[in-house]
C-alpha cells in the first residue's frame, strides 16, 4: 500500500498535554479499527501548532476518511514518492 503523510494545522500542539495527546492516539487507533484495512497510522511529530502524521493506506481518500470520521483536520494529504536516509547519499 502507498505511504501518506499528513500534515494537520492544530494551534497550540506543542503545548498538549501527554494525557491530551493520548486521547488523540486513543481516536485515530479507534478510527483506523473501523477503516478495516483500509488505512493504518504509523507514527505522527508533533510541532509546535502541527502534527504531521504517517500512513499507509489504499489511496487518499481512505486518509482523508480517517480525519473526517475523526473529527481530525487533513490539511494536507501527501503521497510518499521517495524515501531517503543517511545511507541513500553514501
Given at each position: 500500500m502507498p505511504k501518506f503523510v499528513v500534515e494537520?494545522?492544530?494551534?497550540g500542539a506543542g503545548e498538549l498535554t501527554a494525557q491530551e495527546l493520548h486521547a488523540i492516539w486513543a481516536r485515530c487507533n479507534q478510527?483506523?479499527?473501523e477503516l478495516e484495512g483500509r488505512?493504518?497510522?504509523?507514527?505522527?511529530?508533533v510541532t509546535s501548532d502541527?502534527?504531521?502524521c504517517v500512513y499507509v493506506a489504499t489511496d487518499a481518500d481512505a486518509?482523508?476518511?480517517h480525519a473526517e470520521i475523526g473529527g481530525f483536520p487533513a490539511d494536507l494529504v501527501?503521497?510518499?514518492r521517495a524515501?531517503?536516509?543517511?545511507?541513500?547519499g553514501e
Amino acid at each position: 500500500m502507498p505511504k501518506f503523510v499528513v500534515e494537520r494545522r492544530l494551534p497550540g500542539a506543542g503545548e498538549l498535554t501527554a494525557q491530551e495527546l493520548h486521547a488523540i492516539w486513543a481516536r485515530c487507533n479507534q478510527v483506523v479499527a473501523e477503516l478495516e484495512g483500509r488505512a493504518q497510522w504509523l507514527h505522527s511529530y508533533v510541532t509546535s501548532d502541527r502534527l504531521y502524521c504517517v500512513y499507509v493506506a489504499t489511496d487518499a481518500d481512505a486518509v482523508r476518511e480517517h480525519a473526517e470520521i475523526g473529527g481530525f483536520p487533513a490539511d494536507l494529504v501527501s503521497e510518499v514518492r521517495a524515501e531517503a536516509d543517511p545511507v541513500s547519499g553514501e
